[in-house]
């Protein structure tokens, strides 16, 4: 289930959270149901990615990463669509129930409607990112979902289920989680490219080549935190004196993020990549607790 990217995937719920906190009637409520949904959807995606990729041929002994459960033999294919079948059924329900609480007890049905069928669609965009005879990642289309469903639907989305109401300041740290999250992809397939094109997984550093793909992880990282910046500038001034100042603690962890784009332009070797991974998941979901906290206390 690879549980290590549920930091990650919790980034979107905790932005929306911390932007909607205050306005919402059952914040605590929404906000488990949000984290509990997003957490499925998230194991759902890795379950499909395992499945997908060790089909294709993806996952194989030339590949860098951590061992699949597929390729290393540890369950079977039919296990593990036993497993997808489970967690998507799970996924479903609590979205159901999150829409329930958030949306459908208070009459907003329409509303509901709308979030139930972008529900389903990121449930079909997990199994379509590696599955089926034409999966989406495989056409360098990852980046963009991921920018979508991590951003801008999730954050977005969450803080529409907290405020029944919307906001296009909400885009701006939406815009920053999306393309971190996005910067999580690009490092993955930077540390991957040479088997990815090998085995005709076409992702956008295959497209663009490794050393486009480093000017990439800086624009990524760049724009985020302007995005980031320009939302502070006009919102944290808003909250009182000592708000203000502990909400710009939610840029500091831009300091290991930059310092992931100085060990990208000097790494040659794609494999010793893997560790800045974790440091760019990590610095997401600090930014992200960090608004949360401050948005709650």
């Known amino acids: 289930m690879r549980l290590r990217t549920l930091p990650l995937a919790a980034s979107c719920t905790l932005t929306g959270a911390a932007l909607g906190w205050q306005l919402a009637e059952n914040p605590v409520v929404i906000f488990v149901l949000a984290l509990a949904t997003t957490f499925l959807l998230q194991i759902l995606s890795n379950l499909a990615n395992d499945y997908g990729d060790y089909v294709s041929g993806a996952d194989n002994s030339n590949r860098v990463g951590p061992e699949r459960a597929l390729q290393s033999g540890e369950i079977s294919k039919s296990e593990m669509k036993v497993a997808l079948i489970i967690c998507a059924t799970l996924a479903f329900v609590c979205g159901v129930l999150l829409l329930w609480f958030a949306l459908g007890n208070k009459g907003f049905f329409y509303q509901a409607l709308l979030f ?8 079909a965009a997990a199994f379509k990112y590696t599955m089926g005879k034409n999966p989406y990642g495989y056409r360098a289309f990852g980046d963009v979902a991921v920018f979508i469903f991590f951003g801008i639907v999730g954050v977005g989305g969450t803080y529409f289920l907290f ?16 393309l971190l999250s996005s910067a999580v992809l690009n490092l993955n397939n930077m540390r991957d490219h040479v088997n990815d094109a090998a085995s005709n997984k076409i992702t956008m550093v295959v497209k663009m080549g490794f050393q486009n793909a ?18 502070g500038f006009f919102n944290f001034c808003k909250h009182p004196q000592f708000q203000f100042a502990i909400k710009w603690l939610s840029a500091v962890p831009f300091i290991m993020l930059f ?4 060990v990208v332009w000097n790494t040659k070797n794609p494999a010793l990549l893997d560790p800045e991974l974790k440091k760019v998941a990590l610095s997401t979901f600090l930014i992200a607790l960090i608004l949360f906290i401050t948005s709650i206390i």
């Open 214 to 231: 480093k000017a990439y992880q800086t624009y990524l990282i760049s724009f985020a935190l302007l995005a980031l910046a320009i939302y």
């Open 259 to 262: 310092s992931n784009v100085s």
């Open 163 to 178: 405020t029944t109401q919307w906001n296009y300041w909400v885009l701006l740290p939406a815009t920053t989680i999306g």
């Open 116 to 123: 139930l069928l972008l529900g389903l669609a990121a449930i």
